[in-house]
């Protein structure tokens, strides 16, 4: 991404996630990470994308003060809405396992959104997927959940990993925002701001 690289913008990751590191790194993209922790709850009254575009929106807010000329911060939240729910991480083990026989044979989706701040604008892009498992066995959901304690990933599960490769019978939507990062649109965007200032 040489176009970026040679801008004179700053591109800061503000997220712990380890997963949407390796993604923006996979680009070329130079970046920085700075993540400072929020309260993630949100107004029950919040549906689907409504959910995801707030804990994004206020993931950016401790950033706003310290934004500087010429940088994006690029903020992000994935979530599960299933049964007009929203499915975060499991509680523990058998809360992961509980989500997992839920979600065998049927489709649910997958929500990312994504804020892109400047010093004077905030934006937010949302991605939807839906994921569609085969029926998994109980012996592949506790395989799984006591191999790979998915405690730490929205819907106790993450594409990648072995669950993913076996399970996931088809996805309709982007693939990189079900890992929890839609990367061409990221992308896209980054670009869209550098041009616009230019």
């Known amino acids: ?7 004179n913008y700053k591109i800061t990751l503000g997220s712990a996630s380890s997963r949407r ?12 990470v ?31 003060e310290i934004v500087e000329e010429n940088q994006i911060i690029i903020t992000a939240d994935t979530l599960v809405w299933f049964e007009n729910k929203c499915w975060g991480k499991p509680k523990d083990k058998f809360d992961a396992k509980r989500m997992l026989k839920m979600f065998a044979g049927v489709s649910h989706k997958v929500i990312t959104s994504v804020g892109f701040l400047t010093l004077n604008n905030l934006e937010i892009l949302t991605e939807s997927t839906d994921v569609t498992y085969k029926k998994l066995t109980d012996k ?59």
Do not use: H
């Open 140 to 198: 592949e959901i506790n395989y799984y959940v006591d191999k790979i304690n998915p405690i730490d990933k929205a819907g106790s599960y993450g594409i990648q990993d072995w669950i993913g490769m076996i399970g996931v019978e088809r996805i309709n939507g982007s693939y990189t925002s079900v890992l929890g990062l839609p990367i061409p649109q990221v992308t896209n965007q980054i670009l869209k701001i550098i041009n616009e200032n230019l």
């Open 34 to 64: 700075n993540s400072i922790p929020v309260n993630e709850d949100f107004p029950q009254s919040l549906k689907d994308k409504e959910i995801a575009e707030f804990i994004v929106s206020n993931k950016t807010k401790p950033f706003i």
């Open 1 to 7: 991404m040489d176009i970026i690289n040679n801008s």
């Open 21 to 32: 590191k390796e993604l923006l790194e996979m680009t070329g993209i130079n970046f920085e």
